[in-house]
């Protein structure tokens, strides 16, 4: 309780609602509170926990690099290898030309990064991006979110941004040779789980291409196994120029990363104009956590259970007053009539141990984003609570 009230007291507010579960410690699919409390959690810290918490051998990685070095010198400055071997493991995971990497500490970040290459790249100053996108909370980020309601505040924002609605082919059109990139997030994660099929992506593809633009997928939230293969985009046939990811890239620790061709990436290294730069992004500690990550992910067998997993869920989570489920792999939105139906819901799972929330701009969906590692019986540990919670509620 005392922790609660130093959280209220001292720590600034950026919700109205904020979940207020006071942690502990974590250990794989599992919270635990002060008083011994344990909470399933569904949501993975938003996407992050992708091999659970405290994974193992991510701590022998952070572990082994403690023992070396923190910090010693800005990104793409001194050769550390933990930076370097996680390049090479990224770029193998990609298709050509994706073989380049920057290496960042957030997911806005990393899109601020992006954009600038875009523009740097084609000398073209307009952007598109999608109604209900979020690529972050910088101001360039958010310049390219799609959420009118989040933006009000902070205009002036960055000029020649201009929207389409995500799976509309109509609005391809408006995709013209002023515009240096399209920003597009490859499943709309805040939107409440929106996925735009093959044949769009194939058209968009298309449509950058026969102007010059490039083409910039956000898997910030989709990627590193979250929707049953690594990269999202893979399913879609098509290769980006920019990839940005993040989250479940750290296993719990913070990095990012903005990733593209050598030709391309080329442009911020020819002076006299300083093309980017940053003191912590990639660091070592973030990315000896990274490569364990990204080798549990590909080695692991995760990402082939993801949509055995999902499927369970679908199995198990059948109430009347659930309207139906969006989902790619384990990225999943529970819809419901309303926030005033759902909010209660939540509230009674947390109590009963089960952490779940909503979506950023999607207050009537369930958000439902658990570590990639949870067994088919916490899964039917979790939606067995959900139901109980579903049932008890007042609506
Ligand atoms: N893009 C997407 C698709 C995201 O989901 C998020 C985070 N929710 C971001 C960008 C921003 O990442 P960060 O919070 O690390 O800046």
């Known amino acids: 309780m005392q922790h609660r009230q130093l959280f209220l007291s001292y720590m600034a507010q950026t919700t109205d609602f904020p979940l207020l579960i006071d942690i502990e410690r974590a250990e794989g699919v ?11 959690d569904l949501i993975s810290g938003i996407g992050v926990s992708n091999v659970g918490h405290r994974h193992p051998k991510v701590l022998a990685a952070i572990q082994g690099q403690l023992d070396k070095y923190l910090h010693t010198m800005v990104y793409g400055e001194y050769v550390q290898s933990p930076q ?6 990224l770029v193998e995971t990609l298709p050509a030309p994706l073989d380049n990497v920057y290496l960042m500490n957030s997911g806005s970040e990393a899109v601020e990064g992006a954009l600038k290459l875009a523009k740097r790249y084609t000398n073209r100053r307009e952007l598109i991006s999608c109604v209900d996108a979020y690529h972050g909370s910088s101001q360039g980020a958010l310049s390219v979110g799609g959420n009118e309601r989040f933006k009000r ?23 013209t040779t002023d515009t240096a990139a399209v920003i597009i997030e490859t499943v709309q994660g805040e939107a409440g789980v929106r996925v735009a099929c093959s044949q769009y992506f194939q058209a968009l593809r298309r449509r950058c291409d026969e102007t010059g633009t490039l083409l910039i997928l956000d898997e910030i939230q989709a990627g590193f196994g979250r929707t049953g293969s ?5 399913d879609f046939g098509i290769v980006p120029d920019i990839l ?23 442009v911020f290294a020819n002076n006299p104009i300083l093309g980017h730069i940053t003191t912590f992004g990639g660091h070592p500690v973030s990315a000896a956590a990274s490569l364990a990550t990204l080798k549990l992910i590909r080695e692991g067998g995760l990402v082939d259970a993801v949509h055995r997993k999902a499927r369970r869920f679908h199995e ?28 209660p819901i939540i509230d009674l799972a947390i109590a009963k141990g089960v952490i779940t929330d909503w979506f950023l701009f999607c207050d009537d969906a369930m958000r439902i984003a658990p570590p990639l590692t949870i067994s088919e019986e916490e899964i039917a540990e979790a939606c067995s609570i959900l139901l109980e919670a579903i049932n008890e509620s007042p609506a």
């Open 30 to 40: 599992y919270l635990y509170g002060p008083d011994g409390k344990r909470y399933l």
């Open 153 to 175: 505040a902070y205009r002036p924002l960055l000029p020649g941004v201009r929207h389409i609605v995500y799976g509309a082919y109509s609005h391809l059109e408006r995709i």
């Open 84 to 89: 370097t071997l996680l390049a090479q493991a």
């Open 316 to 343: 198990l989570l059948k109430h009347p007053l659930i309207k139906g489920i969006r989902n790619k792999g384990l990225l999943m939105a529970v819809q419901f009539e309303s926030f005033a139906i759902l909010k």
């Open 244 to 266: 940005v990811c993040a989250k479940g890239m750290g296993g719990g620790m913070p990095i990012a990363a903005f990733i593209s061709s050598k030709e391309k990436m080329k």
């Open 230 to 234: 690594f990269w999202a985009f893979e």
